[in-house]
């Protein structure tokens, strides 16, 4: 609206607020919900198409942005979740980064072999020293099938090392 006071169902503003002289609203639609409105007021000169388009894509970002920190709060509640229980059932996992080849492992697998708990990402060829010689050939296999997609169901069973040295 470029003659605000013109407007019929104006509001009134808070004591001590601005004049409104123009002001330009605009919907950021959802999936054909508007889930928010951003609105912007006087300018100098009256708004325009540029305008509108520059608002709407500020409110499109800002609506994006928002989404994505939730998005990573509700990731972060849900690691710390997965955390928690992993350690309250004393269960080792393993995880290995196949794009940039980092194995990481949780403490309880570390200490269910015996050894100390590592702070860092591993490697692959630790972990493969760790195989008993026997299950190598089969392991090996195993991760060419995942790493083509050539299976139907993947379980495979080695032994590790132990601290100690054993099986």
């Given at each position: ?31 054909h919900r508007i889930v928010a409105i951003v609105g912007v007021g006087n300018k100098p000169g009256e708004y325009n198409e540029t305008d509108v388009r520059i608002v709407l894509l500020l409110g499109d970002f800002s609506w994006e942005i928002v989404t994505r ?99």
């Amino acid at each position: 609206h470029n003659d605000y006071a013109s407007l019929p169902n104006r509001r009134g503003m808070p004591e001590g607020h601005a004049q409104v002289v123009r002001e330009l609203v605009v919907p950021i639609f959802r999936c054909h919900r508007i889930v928010a409105i951003v609105g912007v007021g006087n300018k100098p000169g009256e708004y325009n198409e540029t305008d509108v388009r520059i608002v709407l894509l500020l409110g499109d970002f800002s609506w994006e942005i928002v989404t994505r920190k939730k998005a990573e709060e509700r990731l972060k509640e849900s690691e710390e979740r997965l955390r928690l229980t992993l350690e309250a059932t004393q269960i080792g996992t393993w995880d290995w980064d196949v794009e940039h080849d980092i194995w990481r492992a949780s403490p309880v697998y570390y200490t269910m072999l015996g050894y100390e708990p590592k702070t860092s990402p591993g490697d692959r060829e630790e972990w493969m020293a760790r195989l008993h010689p026997d299950d190598k050939a089969l392991f090996t296999q195993k991760m060419h099938d995942v790493l083509s997609r050539d299976f139907d169901d993947y379980q495979y069973e080695a032994r590790l090392r132990h601290a100690d040295g054993t099986y």
